[in-house]
């Protein structure tokens, strides 16, 4: 696997995805009109063929001198997950010097036997049942090279596990929520990356597709095209060649590792997720296989994780996973539509970012290989995990009252968010009007009058429309719909919506 650098066209990114590029990895906003720079991670034959189809490519690679600045600058903060040292055994470690708080849980095996190891933190960790509290999983690592992830997960872990006495903010969510950390989702695959530089950027798991017995570009799944919801849906938002970035695999759920996490996930019910990935710059929440699908629960996401001009981790865009690309058998609409979690996916800084953050440090833009190699330096990294630390806290107060948001940047979740319109097209039958609601809320109706005249009440109906390719997607908001009966062309109509929450 090499990294290439084009500049391509708005018709060309289709090919890109064909040829099996990460859609969210491309890492920009496509221009409407001239070329959009990409990062594109190719074997030889797949670059020939973008090639032959007028994709101009260029092999980027790290000057001899740059190399050594980078192995003279690293620290050695990132390390393998097995081994001694390792993540593996520091997840054991922390579970044993804290014992009133931690316990350490197998999700299962990977297909090379390691254990992927998960992390529960709470009061009284060992003597509660899991699943007993309100619970959220923060996980990592789908996605092998993206080093900064579990790094990140790591921090949170001992964040919570540092100010538990001394923070009450930290306390109270300690005590009254089940927090699960996945360090490495894909353990085999990230350990294969640091191995040397040739498999440094390996994104898969280690399936050896052909059964040779040694493993190239040809093998491994993308675990996070490989869960059963959506799969395959079409080969844009996944793909069913082997030698692709973004291969599905030969069946939904035929990873172990994708089994693990769904097993985990039904056996906990969790109430939300966070899903660390890198290297995007994005905040991600939503329908991810169906292009600019809003559902009812986007008044929630937005809440928490922000709008593009206000987002909850500085620097990244917040966003609907599908605004611009699909995704199909992905993590997150998995645990929505089957497993009942709601779950964000941040995209983490890239390499050049971070590298530029302090133009008087040891690290340059220039000399970074590929977005996913973010400086191996402390105090970078340290950064980066603070920057997305108030998203995660916030993540983690929500469990306890899910459909009221503790949003970072003070955002609101309605308990009505009407389809607003002006003009009325019914020319004098019925008109249909909708809203997104909080479910929670009783005795949901519609109000209006025709030209200031007596109130008109109708009950709110959940709408069953919009399912032939969607799925439910209506967690904890959904759309209501009823009609406006007795208006005709020239009448002004005001419309208004009722109902009880809690016990009022």
Not at 207 to 220: C, M, Q, T, W
Not at 406 to 425: E, I, K, M, N, R
Request: proline share 6%; with cysteine; aromatic share 8%.
């Amino acid at each position: 696997m090499k990294v290439f650098r084009a500049e391509v066209t708005a018709e060309q990114l289709p090919l890109l995805l064909k040829a099996g590029q990460d859609a969210h990895e491309l890492g920009h906003r496509p221009a409407a009109k001239g070329r959009t720079p990409v990062e594109l991670y190719l074997t030889d034959t797949q670059a020939g063929k973008l090639r032959a189809q007028g994709v101009r490519l260029a092999e980027h690679d790290l000057a001899s001198t740059a190399q050594r600045r980078v192995r003279a600058a690293g620290q050695g903060v990132f390390r393998p997950y097995s081994g001694r040292g390792g993540l593996a055994e520091e997840i054991e470690a922390t579970a044993r010097d804290h014992p009133g708080l931690t316990k350490v849980v197998s999700l299962g095996r990977t297909v090379r036997g390691q254990d992927i190891l998960a992390l529960k933190l709470t009061s009284g960790a060992r003597r509660t049942p899991d699943g007993a509290r309100p619970a959220v999983l923060y996980v990592s690592n789908q996605h092998a090279r993206e080093w900064i992830t579990p790094e990140t997960t790591r921090r949170l872990m001992h964040h919570y596990l540092d100010h538990y006495r001394t923070d009450r903010r930290i306390r109270k969510i300690v005590d009254t929520t089940e927090l699960w950390f996945v360090l490495s989702a894909n353990p085999d695959g990230y350990d294969h990356t640091f191995q040397d530089d040739s498999t440094r950027l390996w994104r898969k798991n280690l399936r050896d597709n052909n059964g040779d017995g040694v493993i190239s570009s040809g093998d491994g799944v993308d675990l996070n095209r490989n869960f059963p919801y959506k799969w395959g849906y079409d080969d844009e938002g996944s793909s069913p060649g082997p030698a692709s970035e973004t291969y599905r695999g030969p069946a939904p759920a035929s990873e172990p590792e994708t089994r693990a996490l769904d097993r985990f996930e039904k056996r906990i019910g969790f109430r939300y997720a966070v899903n660390y990935h890198s290297a995007a710059e994005l905040l991600l929440y939503g329908v991810g296989w169906q292009v600019a699908t809003p559902t009812p629960d986007d008044v929630l996401y937005k809440a928490l994780a922000g709008t593009p001009d206000r987002p909850a981790v500085p620097g990244y865009r917040s966003q609907l996973s599908s605004e611009l690309y699909t995704t199909n058998g992905e993590a997150d609409g998995h645990a929505a539509n089957v497993n009942g979690t709601a779950m964000f996916t941040p995209e983490m800084s890239t390499c050049e970012t971070a590298s530029d953050a302090d133009p008087d440090d040891a690290w340059n833009a220039a000399d970074c290989r590929s977005v996913f190699n973010f400086p191996d330096d402390e105090r970078l990294i340290e950064r980066e995990f603070e920057k997305n630390l108030p998203f995660a806290l916030a993540v983690a107060e929500t469990a306890a009252h899910p459909d009221r948001p503790s949003s970072p940047v003070g955002l609101d979740a309605p308990d009505f968010t009407p389809a607003a319109f002006g003009t009325s097209y019914a020319r004098g039958a019925d008109q249909e009007v909708s809203v997104v609601a909080r479910r929670s809320v009783r005795d949901k109706e519609l109000r209006y009058r025709v030209n200031g005249g007596r109130t008109q009440v109708r009950a709110l109906r959940p709408w069953k429309g919009g399912t032939t390719y969607g799925g439910a997607d209506h967690l904890y908001f959904d759309e209501y719909r009823a009609r406006v009966h007795g208006a005709v062309p020239g009448d002004r109509v005001e419309v208004w919506f009722t109902g009880r929450a809690g016990t009022g």
